[in-house]
């Protein structure tokens, strides 16, 4: 992707517009395409914390300064508390993101080249300077803005830094903070010349409406300076461990890195540019840690969610063949049971599991079945089918959080008390607002005892198969009667003593995207239609119908941190999967090709003019676009890659001609 002048010297736009450059190893390089920090998050080298589930932003910019003869120019561009200071971007000609990241500048007669990327393996950045016509040299003064906070923090105060610089042979290394990185930069030329100053006032615009806004203080230990003559380079590699000088070769960090970041994890290449970048961010979004799986679902904040963690499992399940990580992966899941309920946020290391979301069991159900359909694996399921057993009976006889079986052989779970939804939202006198009889719940039981039926049909469990297709019917019978609009157009959300609550939620197309479904193919066909009349958005679904009468207001608490506008109305990019699965499960829909190259296009372009390469969290459309939640939301990225997939699929099927060039590789 290139972006040119014409857009980086309108710098209200050009900050407007983030990169991103992300590794495996949970660190990341990020900022705007001016080099202006509009988000506390942004960092050169941000890194994950040794020993707590926080990202720490090191190093948070160069400051460069170009001498010419006797003249001065500050390339960089800062937002303070009353300006924008200095005016880097006039001389910035374009932005560049292939196959790095890189800032073309011109000034006087003068062209400088900066590239950085982060290597894939490792948490090392490296970052050139290199003059790249002919004529006079000049001097390059880089003077680096040290950190060293939480990249959910500020420095708001200049006491108890430890602001020593050690300067040894060709590396310079600072130690700021007990209990946090050290910072190490080698270069290959120049000289460092130490000094302890202070830079105030910082301010970040889009802090604003997240966090309260504040200035921040930045520390300067001093800068590095280097003559260039035309075509000469200066390499920084810059490190949170020391690192050895004589294997430092750019050139040949540069071939490996270009080398690795043209290999694919999965059997799907998308042709559009677009479709590209958000597959590579997702692969690269990918930790592979002891032989298995770990999905975040930002880079930008680390929120471990084991419900987004399984739905990219599937997305993963979908695109990749590499079946044995999926395998760890399961098992890694299946040992963290509790009651036969997995915990909600995914147990990292070293971290304590919580368990309140009772569905989650019932999803990793569904990852397993949809491994099977693809692998016929039937010795992996063997293994597991114990544990999966026990899950089932664990729902049946009764587990925690008030999840029992009622006598109709639905799943009642929670009370007003406990909330164990996925979409936790109170009443604004503080009691839960979803429990009993929940819609994804019990469209998720049915499922998981129809493929436990087949688990136990194909390992010759005769007596289990027949008790499990008795259990199913049961329900599915028991689903019809309560659950089914009297209309036929969706399902009541949830159902207690109280009440049978129809607000027509996201939710409404979880019993559509199963392996099986307690309805028949028209009744699914009704309730897709009234999905596209009041949650379809060309970003994605909604939370919530526009006729509901509580539609994208704040009425009722969210016991997190959302408010209850982001369950009662906002879009949310991640359900774009969702959606298409259903889609192009009727091949007689011949519309899917044109729906997705033109109904979505402004989802498609969102992913180019905010964050380039990732989605959101969720928007909110009202005439003018607001973003919610996290910027560089992974699970939406990932669902955008399958559901591109899934459509390659459908015009092969249809023999459509392939105007994006996908492949479909081994």
């Not at 003068?110 to 290199?130: C, D, H, S």
């Not at 790249?132 to 105060?157: C, H, M, S, W």
């Not at 009622?406 to 406990?418: N, V």
């Not at 909604?542 to 959302?562: H, L």
Request: glycine share 4%; proline share 4%.
């Amino acid at each position: 992707m290139e972006i040119h002048k014409d857009v980086i010297k309108n710098v209200n736009r050009a900050q407007q517009l983030e990169w991103m450059d992300a590794n495996s190893k949970g660190a990341y390089s990020s900022s705007t395409i001016c080099g202006m920090n509009t988000r506390r998050e942004h960092g050169l080298l941000v890194v994950p914390h040794l020993t707590l589930n926080r990202k720490v932003v090191t190093l948070a910019k160069f400051e460069e300064t170009i001498f010419i003869e006797n003249k001065l120019y500050e390339i960089s561009t800062n937002a303070y508390k009353d300006n924008i200071y200095p005016h880097g971007y006039q001389y910035q000609e374009k932005y560049v993101d292939e196959p790095f990241i890189t800032f073309y500048y011109k000034i006087e007669d003068r062209r400088i080249r900066k590239v950085l990327f982060l290597l894939e393996n490792q948490n090392i950045l490296l970052v050139r300077y290199e003059l790249t016509n002919q004529g006079r040299p000049v001097t390059l003064v880089i003077k680096p803005f040290l950190a060293v906070r939480f990249n959910t923090d500020l420095n708001t105060e200049t006491q108890g830094l430890n602001t020593d610089t050690y300067l040894g042979e060709s590396f310079v290394r600072w130690a700021p903070r007990q209990a946090m990185p050290e910072l190490y930069v080698y270069f290959n030329k120049g000289e460092f010349i130490p000094a302890t100053l202070w830079y105030h006032g910082f301010v970040y615009p889009k802090d604003n409406g997240k966090y309260k806004l504040q200035t921040e203080d930045l520390f300067n230990p001093g800068f590095f300076q280097v003559d260039l003559k035309p075509y000469e380079t200066f390499d920084l590699f810059i490190s949170v461990h020391s690192l050895e000088p004589f294997k430092l070769d750019f050139e040949e960090q540069y071939y490996l890195e270009s080398k690795r970041r043209k290999g694919h994890y999965f059997k799907y290449v998308p042709g559009k540019e677009n479709f590209k970048r958000l597959a590579k961010n997702f692969q690269r979004s990918v930790f592979i840690e002891e032989g298995r799986l770990k999905f975040p679902i930002s880079h930008l904040q680390d929120k471990p969610s084991t419900f987004f963690f399984i739905q990219q499992q599937l997305n993963f399940l979908y695109l990749s063949s590499n079946y044995e990580l999926i395998k760890n992966s399961i098992l890694d899941l299946l040992k963290n049971l509790d009651g036969g309920i997995l915990p909600s946020n995914y147990p990292f290391k070293d971290q304590r599991p919580v368990y309140n979301q009772v569905d989650l069991s019932l999803w990793l159900i569904e990852v397993i079945n949809r491994y099977f359909v693809q692998t016929n694996d039937l010795k992996f399921i063997e293994k597991i089918f114990d544990t999966l057993r026990e899950i089932i009976d664990s729902f049946h006889k009764g587990t925690n959080f008030n999840t029992y079986t009622s006598k109709d052989g639905l799943i009642f779970s929670g009370e007003k008390k406990i909330s164990v939804s996925w979409i936790p939202l109170k009443t604004n006198s503080g009691d839960v607002l979803r429990y009993g009889l929940m819609l994804e719940n019990n469209a998720l039981w049915f499922n998981a005892l129809k493929i436990m039926e087949t688990f136990a049909n194909k390992l010759g469990k005769k007596r289990l198969s027949f008790k499990y297709r008795q259990l199913a019917k049961k329900v599915a019978k028991s689903f019809t009667e309560k659950f089914i609009l009297p209309d036929q157009s969706g399902f009541y959300d949830f159902i207690n003593f109280n009440e049978s609550n129809n607000d027509y939620r996201i939710n409404q197309i979880i019993p559509l995207i199963l392996s099986f479904k307690p309805f028949n193919d028209d009744l699914a066909l009704k309730v897709l239609k009234r999905i596209e009349e009041e949650l379809l958005t060309p970003y994605g679904l909604r939370s919530r119908s526009i006729y509901d009468a509580n539609f994208a207001s704040d009425s009722g608490k969210f016991n997190g941190n959302k408010n209850g506008q982001f369950f009662n109305g906002a879009i949310w990019p991640w359900t774009i999967s969702w959606y298409i699965r259903v889609l192009v499960s009727w091949p007689e829909n011949k519309n899917v090709i044109k729906i997705w190259q033109n109904y979505f296009a402004p989802l498609f372009e969102l992913s180019e003019t905010r964050m380039i390469g990732y989605l959101p969290e969720a928007v909110i459309f009202d005439g003018s676009l607001k973003i919610l939640g996290i910027e560089d939301f992974l699970p939406a990225v990932s669902s955008l890659v399958l559901a591109d997939y899934l459509i390659s699929l459908a015009k092969s099927q249809t023999q459509e001609p392939d105007e994006a060039n996908e492949q479909v590789v081994s």
